[in-house]
């Protein structure tokens, strides 16, 4: 595949079926090695996104293959990695870790707190034997506090971190927004952010160091502009009552007549009067400004839409300053013409997933290996990291 050129179509993989041919890589992280002891859900994601970025990443698995049960080979979050499988709570398995941490720049891990030092590769264990090594650890809740043994998932950290309660309408409960706000924004990009901050340090003074990446505090900073927003009196402690939360009219969501949905952004005023006019709201429309009218103007706004169906709203507004589009499903976004003609996904090896972002002019990012499946690349790892106890037969070292 051509690097940084996926997308419908002219992203499918051509390599023939079994193919060992896997490209250069290439992107901004290329030479950066990464060591990921296997978890799941933020970590593998921010090891994948080093990954496409270039970074040669070796995924630690556990004996015993994926603990959610999902097909190895559709699992995206490991696409661009090469695997080896070491049982740490085996006698050898920590040193064969350190071995691989010696030639490492980066190590993720998301175990529960003190879990990697009692398996002999927490921090200290890994300084003493690359003290560049820049240490990510990925929790929920954080190294310390109350609640850091604690278990726990992405719908709990985002709840105690003032964030889920600012989601959905005003009489009903919170919305899910997936997994996709605490695990992966307000975790796997604050890793990712973390680890590559610390490694310029690293690489400017020697000194590797800990980075301490907890959903809560990433989901909380994710709410700085609110939080001036609260101080300014310009937020409401409560949903669907301010600008930005589907209280207002004109930042919202409406039902078309087929049941699809239609999301309307028209905040500045001349998109407000483009989305007006091509909405057909007649002239004694309640003002925008009239705080007291919202409800009366929502409905208004409501009753036009449920005129239409979605497929003949997106004709009306595509293309134009109204900031009004379709809400549409998985498949309906990788088909979307705007995201096709950039090529925000790609269908590789029968798998249509989003493809590398961000995108670099000098140093594109690409999809060079598929999901890796556990244990598969350990001969050339060994190899290519010069790791011989790693490969398969070597004798096992017992634990230092």
Not at 122 to 130: E, I, K, L, Q, S
Not at 372 to 389: L, S
């Amino acid at each position: 595949m051509a690097e940084g050129r996926t997308g419908s179509r002219a992203g499918e993989r051509t390599d023939p079926p079994g193919t060992d041919a896997v490209p250069a890589a290439g992107g901004p992280l290329a030479g950066v090695r990464v060591v990921e002891l296997a978890g799941i859900g933020p970590a593998p994601f921010a090891a994948m996104l080093l990954a496409d970025l270039g970074a040669d990443v070796v995924r630690v698995d556990r004996p015993g293959g994926p603990r959610l049960g999902v097909d190895p080979d559709h699992d995206v979050t490991n696409r661009n990695k090469r695997s080896v499988v070491v049982d740490l709570k085996d006698a050898g398995g920590a040193a064969l870790v350190l071995d691989l941490v010696e030639r490492a720049d980066i190590l993720l891990e998301a175990y529960r707190p003190g879990v990697a030092e009692r398996l002999g590769v927490g921090p200290a264990d890994c300084h003493a034997r690359n003290p560049r090594l820049v240490y990510g650890r990925m929790t929920g809740w954080g190294q310390d506090g109350p609640l850091a043994p604690a278990a726990g998932h992405d719908i709990g950290y985002i709840a105690t971190a003032g964030t889920l309660g600012m989601i959905g309408p005003a009489g009903g409960p919170p919305a899910v927004p997936a997994n996709l706000l605490g695990d992966y924004a307000g975790g796997s990009l604050y890793l990712v952010t973390g680890v590559l901050a610390a490694l310029h340090h690293a690489r400017a003074t020697g000194a590797g160091q800990v980075v301490d990446a907890a959903i809560v505090d990433g989901v909380a900073h994710l709410g700085a502009m609110i939080w001036g927003m609260l101080a300014a009196g310009a937020w409401q402690d409560r949903r669907a009552a301010n600008l930005l939360d589907g209280g207002c009219p004109y930042y919202a969501v409406y039902a078309t007549s087929d049941g699809g949905w239609m999301t309307v952004g028209a905040l500045e005023p001349a998109f407000y009067a483009e989305f007006a006019r091509l909405l057909g709201l007649p002239d004694d429309a309640p003002d925008r400004g009239d705080l007291a009218r919202w409800d009366e103007l929502r409905s208004l706004i409501a009753e036009r839409f449920a005129t239409r169906t979605r497929k003949e709203w997106t004709e009306v507004f595509e293309g134009s300053d109204a900031c009004v589009a379709p809400v549409l499903s998985l498949y309906e976004a990788a088909e979307h013409p705007h995201l096709a003609a950039r090529a925000t996904f790609t269908t590789t090896g029968g798998i249509t997933q989003p493809a590398p972002a961000p995108r670099f002019s000098a140093t594109p990012a690409s999809l060079r290996r598929p999901p890796a499946r556990p244990g598969a690349h350990t001969a050339e790892v060994a190899r290519d990291w010069d790791v011989p106890a790693l490969a398969p037969g070597a004798g096992r070292r017992p634990r230092p």
